[in-house]
């Protein structure tokens, strides 16, 4: 059988007896046969639980769409933000009053040439982009959650008279899926905010370690989602329009527009009918590619693949991740976990004691490649992946030679093509 595992924007072959091959985990077949701006026409036309966004707004307001970063370029804003930017001007909203704010959360900023690669041409000559700064002094405070999550936000989002939020349906290790209300916390929040929100992934005390609620594919129960969802609702965003993407084929599969939390909540059961993939068993060996550029841009973003994947791979397996991480590590908080500290413990005492993200991230993959080994091939330094607790890798065949060695042949293996998306479910 011979596979394709994206690194950046290059494919390589992944060529196994079909008998070594224990499981293709790959999308379920996903609807075809409209084209991108029918799927967004329709969307627009029969929102979920609202209005038309033409028929919310009014004559002389002003509106603020928040979208991805460059992290987020998959989501394919260019292609169904023109049709946004109509819609406002058909309820009398002029385009010289909308401003798109990316959601860049705790990320870099991001420079002209990828704001028009985010946003497409059409776009920026019509409307205004700025980044979100998340340490920025002019934030503005809204309140605290009932979890005491202070919530601050974008000035510009917190101004406009309409909020239109953004994003792409994904699995998501915190927020259960991505899109709704994320492209609020962490997209445009406080650093503060987006700390104390994330902070809830623990549980109370002291070396219990990570709350298993907070996980990907589920929101009620989830701390960290419901904390999300209050802080929005302090922002009552007016609109949402989400898509679910078709990575093989480079397309939007299905558009989800309306109020922010129903419609978010129907693209939520559209994801886990089409990419949460049952699984009979776990595998001695898990080979997953994160899925491409943008989704493998830094180790940090790679994480959610090692997440994934790790609940396909037995304990002591071996997990062999494909991800370029062409800008790095993407983490100063992600690599510290792994300079500064002699042992979990410590870690998670830290952690608490300042809340990093990153470090969160960080602290769970030592966890993975504490019971697992991990091979990585990348264009990371070696010595930076060895220091990760990981094993440097040149070429996939490189990595089948060490899993034969250590397994005593190659045993058949679990293949998860784009590991950052889809979920395995033991059935």
């Not at 980044?131 to 919530?151: K, M, N, Q, W």
């Not at 898509?243 to 558009?255: G, H, K, L, M």
């Not at 992946?385 to 005593?408: A, C, F, T, V, Y």
Request: include cysteine.
């Amino acid at each position: 059988m011979k596979i394709e595992m994206l690194y950046g924007n290059h494919p390589l072959a992944l060529e196994l007896p079909d008998d070594k091959v224990a499981a293709l985990l790959e999308t379920k077949p996903l609807p075809a046969g409209k084209r991108e701006d029918e799927l967004v026409a329709a969307a627009l036309a029969n929102p979920v639980g609202s209005l038309p966004l033409a028929d919310l707004v009014n004559k002389g307001e002003t509106a603020c769409i928040v979208i991805g970063d460059m992290t987020r370029l998959w989501v394919k804003h260019e292609r169904f933000l023109p049709a946004l930017l109509n819609e406002l001007n058909q309820g009398g909203i002029a385009d010289k009053d909308i401003v798109l704010v990316s959601a860049t959360g705790d990320h870099r900023e991001q420079t002209s040439d990828e704001h028009r690669l985010l946003a497409g041409d059409e776009a920026i000559e019509r409307v205004k982009v700025d980044d979100h700064i998340s340490t920025a002094e002019d934030l503005v405070y809204l309140g605290d959650t009932s979890f005491g999550t202070p919530v601050k936000i974008n000035r510009r989002v917190a101004e406009a008279d309409r909020v239109i939020i953004t994003g792409g349906i994904v699995y998501h290790f915190l927020a259960g899926w991505g899109g709704g209300k994320k492209a609020i916390i962490p997209g445009v929040a406080a650093r503060e905010t987006i700390m104390a929100n994330h902070a809830l992934a623990f549980l109370p005390g002291q070396g219990e370690g990570l709350n298993p609620n907070v996980c990907a594919g589920r929101m009620q129960g989830n701390p960290c989602s419901e904390d999300m969802v209050e802080g929005a609702a302090l922002v009552k965003p007016d609109f949402l329009l989400n898509t679910v993407i078709d990575e093989d084929n480079d397309r939007i599969a299905a558009v989800f527009a309306g109020n922010y939390i129903a419609a978010h909540e129907e693209g939520c059961r559209f994801v886990d009918k089409h990419f949460r993939l049952p699984l009979a068993e776990q595998a001695e060996v898990v080979i997953a590619s994160c899925g491409g550029y943008p989704k493998d841009i830094n180790f940090y973003q790679s994480y959610k693949t090692i997440y994934n994947a790790h609940f396909a791979l037995q304990k002591g397996g071996t997990m062999l991740l494909v991800t370029e991480s062409r800008e790095g590590v993407g983490s100063e908080q992600f690599m510290a976990v792994f300079k500064a500290y002699s042992d979990r413990e410590e870690c998670e005492a830290a952690l608490r004691r300042e809340y990093t993200i990153g470090g969160q991230m960080g602290y769970h993959s030592t966890l993975i490649a504490e019971e697992n080994d991990l091979l990585v091939l990348s264009g990371l330094p070696d010595d930076t992946i060895r220091m990760m607790g990981m094993i440097p890798l040149h070429s996939l065949q490189e990595g089948l030679d060490w899993i034969k060695n250590k397994h005593g042949g190659l045993p058949p293996c679990c293949i998860m093509p784009h590991g950052g998306s889809t979920l395995p479910e033991l059935s």
